[in-house]
């Protein structure tokens, strides 16, 4: 099984601040990863798939990066909305696997 | 507008069994993969269960497999998933999802509001 390992578990930070969340996986994903977005009470939404693409109608601010084993989400500026939980997933092998999470609040 | 509707969550006591459904609409359904993901209380998503679009080939994770069977209705539109031999661990809630195309090893671009599964003498 494919284990992605997020970090941090918490990112505190502010309104208009930069936020870069890691996965790692425990062997090469390629470039299969994506990364969703859970707010409270919400289904999980999808924000990256494939390392770097943005899904419909997902802002600019959001952006992934990486390849093989290390891979990056990047919010440029947080909005209010963007305080959440954020999930990887690797499609590359079977079982289909999530991250952890890291829970992006407010400081 | 891509719309996925699950039903089916109830109390259900250990060793009980249990369907739920998800109806699909806004999309060719046929066309596509589709998942089941659950989330236990306060916990993390993990993927249950995943049905090809066309041929109807089945996956399952470890902790499900040989209890749980994932099965499509392509002239309904609907996706199920029938749960035996419940244990406690499986209380969570149930996320039907779709996949981004045909083949089931994929990410999910869709996402119902799930259903709860509640599994408890």
């Known amino acids: 099984e494919t284990v992605l390992t997020q970090s941090p578990a918490t990112l505190s930070l502010s309104p208009g601040e930069r936020a870069t969340l890691s996965c790692r996986a425990s062997?090469?994903?390629?470039?299969?990863l994506a990364w969703y977005q859970q707010r409270p009470g919400q289904a999980p939404r999808l924000l990256i798939y494939?390392?770097?693409n943005r899904a419909t109608g997902i802002p600019a601010r959001f952006s992934g990066s990486g390849s093989g084993t290390d891979f990056a989400l990047t919010i440029s500026s947080l909005e209010p909305e963007d305080f959440a939980v954020y999930y990887c997933?690797?499609?590359?092998?079977?079982?289909?696997?999530f991250g952890g999470g890291t829970k992006v609040e407010i400081k | 507008e891509v719309q996925l509707l699950e039903s089916g969550g109830v109390l259900v006591q250990p060793g009980g069994s249990l369907r739920l459904s998800c109806a699909a609409s806004?999309?060719?359904?046929?066309?596509?993969?589709m998942s089941w993901v659950r989330q236990a209380p306060g916990k993390g998503l993990e993927w249950v269960s995943a049905?090809?679009?066309?041929?109807?080939?089945?996956y399952y994770a470890d902790s499900v497999k040989g209890r749980f069977t994932i099965s499509r209705d392509n002239s309904k539109n609907t996706l199920y998933l029938q749960m035996n031999s419940l244990r406690a661990e499986d209380t969570a809630v149930y996320y039907c999802?779709?996949?981004?195309?045909?083949?089931?090893?994929?990410?999910?671009?869709?996402w119902g509001q799930g259903t709860l599964v509640t599994v408890s003498s």
């Open positions: 999802a779709k996949g981004g195309g045909t083949y089931p090893r994929n990410y999910f671009d869709y």
């Open positions: 806004g999309f060719t359904f046929s066309n596509y993969a």
């Open positions: 049905i090809s679009g066309s041929d109807g080939r089945a």
């Open positions: 062997q090469s994903v390629s470039s299969y």
């Open positions: 494939d390392a770097s």
């Open positions: 997933q690797q499609r590359a092998n079977w079982p289909l696997t």
